[in-house]
């Protein structure tokens, strides 16, 4: 079965600071891998999906994940810190083909200080 | 435009009352999901669907129950046997491919029980 563990369940950076929240999975076989964010009472948007190709995704605002199967992460990184980042971030894994089910990690509450 | 409406936002029921919350997709998406999502705890799965008329238990199905009789509606409810209700509940959907998608997220619903 699929595992995700996010590394750290609060980070706190300044703004214009590398942000920098981690995402290891455990899999037997490759991974589909995904980034989400999610603000106050509101659903998940999908951030960036890692499926097959390039192992240097990157999504929307700025974000970008790296893939490396000999670590078995897929962190999540931007330059620059924004201030309208500060959200929850959760990374999820699937295996594909006919489970159609992703496993999410507990999730990564990102604040951003002035 | 395509989405996930889940209906009502918020929701205040007493104890030992059942209650159904409201999930609908015009997306064409084949799956289906419901997640419960408490502080530090992540998302956890209650029941997922992949196709109309059939839908299996997620790791937290105790308490809760669904229906799929129609590709577009996943409904969810809440029994009065669930020891401890309250809670953000999320549905999901996806499209089945030859590769993982991810899911599309509804706003969600916070359900209070007093």
């Known amino acids: 079965a699929q595992s995700v563990t996010q590394l750290g369940s609060h980070v706190s950076v300044s703004e214009g600071a590398l942000v920098l929240l981690r995402c290891n999975y455990s899999s037997s076989v490759p991974p589909y891998l995904f980034w989400y964010v999610q603000y106050p009472n509101q659903g998940l948007q999908l951030l960036l999906k890692y499926t097959t190709g390039a192992t240097l995704v990157k999504g929307i605002n700025g974000f970008e994940a790296e893939f490396k199967k000999s670590e078995t992460s897929f962190h999540l990184t931007k330059p620059s810190a924004h201030m309208s980042d500060a959200a929850e971030y959760f990374c999820?894994?699937?295996?594909?083909?006919?489970?159609?089910?992703?496993?999410f990690g507990k999730g990564t509450l990102l604040t951003v200080n002035p | 435009d395509g989405g996930i409406t889940q209906s009502p936002k918020y929701l205040f029921r007493k104890e030992g009352q059942n209650v159904t919350l409201s999930c609908e997709q015009n997306?064409?998406?084949?799956?289906m999901y419901w997640y419960r999502q408490d502080p530090g705890q992540g998302l956890r799965l209650i029941y997922y669907?992949?196709?109309?008329?059939?839908?299996q238990k997620g790791d937290i199905a105790e308490g809760y129950s669904v229906s799929r009789e129609k590709k577009e509606s996943f409904p969810l409810t809440v029994t009065s046997a669930q020891k401890n209700p309250t809670a953000f509940y999320l549905c999901?959907?996806?499209?089945?491919?030859?590769?993982?998608?991810?899911?599309?997220f509804g706003s969600g619903t916070r359900l209070t029980v007093v």
């Open positions: 997306l064409n998406h084949d799956a």
């Open positions: 999820a894994a699937g295996s594909g083909g006919s489970n159609y089910k992703l496993t």
């Open positions: 669907s992949q196709i109309v008329n059939d839908f």
């Open positions: 999901a959907s996806s499209i089945w491919a030859r590769e993982l998608n991810g899911y599309t």
